[in-house]
C-alpha cells in the first residue's frame, strides 16, 4: 500500500506565503514524477507544478516566480512553498505522485489540504 499525507495548509493574507510537503510512505521502488494541483470549488483540478526525478519542474503560467516546487528522493517528500498568495488561489491543495511498485506504476493522490487566502 501507499500512502500520501499532506500538511500546511491553512488561513494566509493576501500576499502571504505557505509551505506545503507531501510525504510518501508504503511499497515505494521509486517515485518518478511528484506534482501539486488544486481544485477551487465548483471548478476542475488544475496543475500547479511538478517536479521530476532529476530535479527538472514545471510550472504553471500563474504560478511562475512566485510559487517553487521541491523533493528529496530519501525523504519521500515534495514540497509547495508559495509566495504573494491571491484570494483567487484559494482552493483544495493535492498532492500526485506517478509511483513505481511491485504491482507496476501507478499515480497516487494525498487527501487534499485547504489553503485559503483572505484577510
Known amino acids: 500500500q501507499v500512502q500520501l499525507v499532506e500538511s500546511g495548509g491553512g488561513l494566509v493574507q493576501p500576499g502571504g506565503s505557505l509551505r506545503l510537503s507531501c510525504a510518501a510512505s508504503g511499497s515505494i521502488l521509486s517515485i518518478y514524477v511528484m506534482g501539486w494541483y488544486r481544485q477551487a470549488p465548483g471548478k476542475q483540478r488544475d496543475l500547479v507544478a511538478t517536479?521530476?526525478?532529476?530535479?527538472?519542474?514545471d510550472y504553471a503560467d500563474s504560478v511562475k516566480g512566485r510559487f517553487t516546487i521541491a523533493r528529496d528522493n530519501a525523504m519521500k517528500t515534495v514540497w509547495l512553498t508559495m509566495h504573494s498568495l491571491e484570494p483567487e488561489e484559494t482552493a483544495v491543495y493535492y498532492c500526485?505522485?506517478?509511483?513505481?511498485?511491485?504491482?507496476?506504476?501507478?499515480?497516487?493522490w494525498g487527501q487534499g489540504t485547504q489553503v485559503t487566502v483572505s484577510s
Open positions: 500526485n505522485d506517478r509511483i513505481a511498485t511491485m504491482g507496476g506504476a501507478y499515480d497516487y
Open positions: 517536479i521530476l526525478g532529476d530535479g527538472s519542474t
